[in-house]
C-alpha cells in the first residue's frame, strides 16, 4: 500500500525527519517503518494511517508533541476520524493498564486514569497499533532489555486471540531470530 505523498509532507512539515528516535533512525523512518508493517499484515487503511501518525500528539513515552492536540481537525481533515482517533487513542491511553485489562474491552486516559469503554473493534484496532509500534521500534531480538521483552510479551498476547496469520508469522518470525 503506497504511501500518499500529502502525508509524507505533513510529517516533514512537523519536522518528523529531524527527531532522532529508535534505532538511531529519524521519527519520520519510524512512523513509515509502523505504517508499512500494519500495511503487511492486510490491515484496514484507516488502521494503516493511524501507524503513520500514531506519535504526532506525544504519548507516555514519546513526549514530544509534533502536532498540538487543540489541532486535531488538521489530522481528520487528512487522514479521516476514524483513524485519527487511532491516534488520539494511542496518545492518551496507558498502554500498560490498556493490555492488562483487554478483557474490559477499555483504555485507561493518563491525565486522570479513569476508564472509557470503547467498541471491541477499536481496542483490537488500538492494540494492533501497539503491537505495531513495538515491533517496529524493537532492536534485534538477541538485544532486547527484559522490559522491552516483557512489553513485546503482552502485547502479543492481548492481540494473540484477535490476530491474523500475518502479524502471527511476524512475531513468529521475530522471535525465532532471538534463539
Known amino acids: ?5 500529502a ?12 527527531i532522532k528516535h529508535s534505532k538511531g533512525r529519524s521519527l519520520l523512518d519510524h512512523l513509515i517503518g509502523t505504517y508499512t508493517l500494519l500495511a503487511s499484515w492486510h490491515l ?7 501507524g503513520l501518525f500514531h506519535s504526532i500528539y506525544g504519548n507516555e513515552f514519546f513526549t514530544l508533541s509534533l502536532l498540538n492536540i487543540a489541532k486535531r481537525s488538521l489530522l481528520i481533515d487528512l487522514i479521516g ?11 492518551i491511553c496507558d498502554r ?10 477499555n483504555f485507561i486516559v493518563l491525565s486522570n486514569n479513569q476508564e472509557y469503554a470503547v467498541s ?8 494492533y497499533l501497539i503491537f505495531a509500534n513495538e515491533v517496529e521500534q524493537a532492536p534485534e531480538p538477541h538485544m532486547l532489555t527484559k ?16 490476530m491474523n496469520q500475518f502479524v502471527q508469522e511476524t512475531y513468529t ?3 525465532q531470530k532471538k534463539i
Request: charged residues 30%.
Open 147 to 162: 522490559e522491552d521483552e516483557l512489553s513485546l510479551e503482552q502485547a502479543y498476547k492481548a492481540l494473540q486471540p484477535h
Open 173 to 175: 518470525n521475530f522471535i
Open 1 to 5: 500500500m503506497k504511501i500518499s505523498p
Open 120 to 127: 471491541k473493534k477499536h481496542l483490537i484496532d488500538l492494540l
Open 44 to 50: 484496514p487503511k484507516y488502521v494503516c494511517r493511524a
Open 7 to 18: 502525508y509524507i509532507d505533513f510529517l516533514k512539515k512537523c519536522s518528523a525527519q529531524e
Open 96 to 105: 500498560a493498564k490498556t493490555i492488562q485489562n483487554i478483557n474490559k474491552f
Open 81 to 91: 476520524k476514524k483513524a485519527e482517533l487511532l491516534v488520539y487513542h494511542f496518545n
